[in-house]
C-alpha cells in the first residue's frame, strides 16, 4: 500500500485490513510534489490505520531523505514520525488496545542503511524513558531499541 503524491492530497489514511500488511512511503521520491501552484511548501500527513483482531505482523517500510532530520514523538495515543515537511502518524500505538495495532514492524532505509524495528519496542521505551509523553526522540536515540534481522515478511 502506497501513498498517492497528489498536490492537492494533504492528508491520506492507509488501511490494509486483515492478513499480512506492507505499507511503503519513500520520501525521498523526486516525483513527489513539494510545492503547491503558488510555489508554497507543500506539508502532508500520512496516517496509517494498522486495526486488526488477526495481529498478523505487517512491515511498514520508509526510505528516508534525511536521516538526521527524522524525529518521532507521541501525539495523545498515536506514534509521529516526522520528517522534513512529512508526518506518518501511526495511529493508537500507545492506546490501552495497542495490541490491535502495534504488530507492524518499521524498516526505516537511508542510502545502504536499513534498520527495522517492532513498534511495540519502540513504544515501549518510549514510555520507559518519557512517561508523559511530550520527549521528542532522533532515530539514533532509539537505536538503543533492539533492532530486528532484516527480512522482508512475504517471502518467510
Avoid at 510545492?35 to 505482523?57: A, C, G, P, S, Y
Avoid at 520507559?128 to 532515530?139: C, M, N, V
Amino acid at each position: 500500500i502506497k501513498p498517492l503524491w497528489l498536490e492537492e492530497a494533504h492528508k491520506e489514511i492507509l488501511s490494509g485490513g486483515g492478513e499480512e500488511d506492507f505499507y511503503e512511503i519513500n520520501l525521498n521520491d523526486e516525483r513527489r510534489p513539494t510545492l503547491d501552484k503558488h510555489q508554497k511548501t507543500i506539508f502532508r500527513e500520512i496516517t496509517i490505520d494498522n486495526f486488526d483482531l488477526d495481529k498478523v505482523k505487517d512491515q511498514l517500510r520508509i526510505a528516508l531523505k534525511n536521516y538526521n532530520s527524522t524525529l518521532l514523538s507521541r501525539k495523545n495515543d498515536d506514534l509521529k514520525i516526522s520528517h522534513q515537511n512529512e508526518d506518518i502518524i501511526l495511529r493508537n500505538v500507545f492506546a490501552d488496545n495497542r495490541a490491535l495495532y502495534d504488530h507492524l514492524e518499521v524498516e526505516f532505509q537511508y542510502k545502504n542503511c536499513t534498520k527495522t524495528y517492532q513498534i511495540d519496542a519502540i513504544v515501549q521505551y518510549m514510555i520507559t524513558t518519557d512517561p508523559l509523553g511530550t520527549a521528542i526522540f532522533s532515530l539514533d536515540a532509539i537505536n538503543s531499541v533492539t533492532t530486528i534481522p532484516n527480512f522482508n515478511s512475504r517471502d518467510a
